[in-house]
């Protein structure tokens, strides 16, 4: 073969991976602890495997992303208990990290705690999903691959939110096709209105209502217009943290006790603290104001570190 062409079959090949590359970098852990030893440990691991392989070798969106671009994030796993052979209650426990720009520190996008997981795994069956058919022939099985879908869609469109303007509404429309279309079966909760208050359901609700755009406005003023601002200017930073902020309690005030909005603030008073800690008084008074009311767990705690 000669040398061009093969270099231009190389460079084609390349541009295709690169242009093919997935989106998320997914680590996934599977506790046992609570787990008598009746249960082989090892089908655990190979849990693991098989999930870690689906969440990364798996297109999530039509976009391109380069290997720096992957969006960082972990799949908990805490197995409960053993419902019957092959059939797991569990919770899990995601958490994704936003990288900043022009700095060495990653920002929590999503840590958020799902406590309603049961599922059915035989060790070395197909981890497989189809949007089009997501109930499936076993509702626990289907469940398994149905839930870790949904927030791979969704981490996907917060991503997107955070980068660019209300850009993750593909990926919050195919979430909520998994919600429409979820699995039915005995104790398989979190995906219906009566499930409860901070559920699957209700977190896509949230993301694809449209009177509750200003949400989407919130994400990227935050990530894109604050934290990706800071290296450049700490002050306009700020003062577009607070906007956000601004409008996260207008937010609030006009729809009370949203699920989204527990969901944008879980993890984040250390972070705020920390970009409010050399504000002047006037500013620190003001965010102390705002946060003490739509961050109520951890009021004291901003006023204890910002005043």
Aim: aromatic share 12%; glycine share 4%; net charge neutral.
């Amino acid at each position: 073969m000669h040398k061009k062409t093969f270099f231009l079959i190389l460079s084609c090949f390349l541009l295709l991976l690169h242009a093919n590359a997935q989106e998320l970098n997914a680590r996934v852990s599977v506790l046992s602890n609570r787990v008598g030893t009746s249960v082989d440990k090892k089908v655990f691991n190979t849990l693991q495997t098989q999930l870690s392989n689906f969440l990364n070798t798996r297109k999530w969106s039509n976009d391109v992303y380069r290997t720096n671009e992957k969006i960082e994030c972990s799949f908990i796993i805490n197995i409960e208990s053993v419902m019957e052979p092959n059939v797991y209650k569990a919770s899990l426990h995601i958490q994704v990290a936003r990288p900043v720009f022009n700095a060495s520190y990653n920002s929590a996008l999503v840590n958020f705690q799902d406590p309603d997981f049961l599922f059915k795994y035989v060790e070395f069956q197909p981890v497989e999903f189809n949007d089009t058919r997501v109930q499936g022939t076993d509702a626990g099985i289907a469940n398994l691959t149905a839930v870790f879908a949904f927030y791979a869609y969704t981490i996907v469109g917060l991503d997107n939110d955070s980068f660019s303007p209300k850009s993750g509404e593909p990926n919050f429309n195919k979430a909520q096709n998994i919600v429409t279309n979820s699995p039915e079966g005995k104790s398989i909760s979190g995906w219906r209105v009566f499930d409860g208050l901070r559920n699957r359901y209700w977190l896509n609700e949230n993301l694809s209502n449209s009177r509750y755009n200003i949400i989407h406005d919130v994400i990227y003023t935050y990530y894109r217009g604050g934290l990706d601002k800071m290296y450049e200017s700490e002050d306009e930073a700020r003062s577009n943290i607070i906007q956000a902020l601004t409008q996260l309690r207008a937010f609030n005030k006009e729809n009370p006790n949203t699920m989204i909005l527990q969901f944008f603030m879980q993890g984040k008073a250390q972070e705020l603290i920390g970009i409010f800690k050399n504000a002047m008084p006037p500013e620190k008074s003001r965010v102390v104001e705002i946060l003490s009311e739509i961050d109520i767990v951890n009021a004291s705690k901003y006023k204890q570190e910002l005043q």
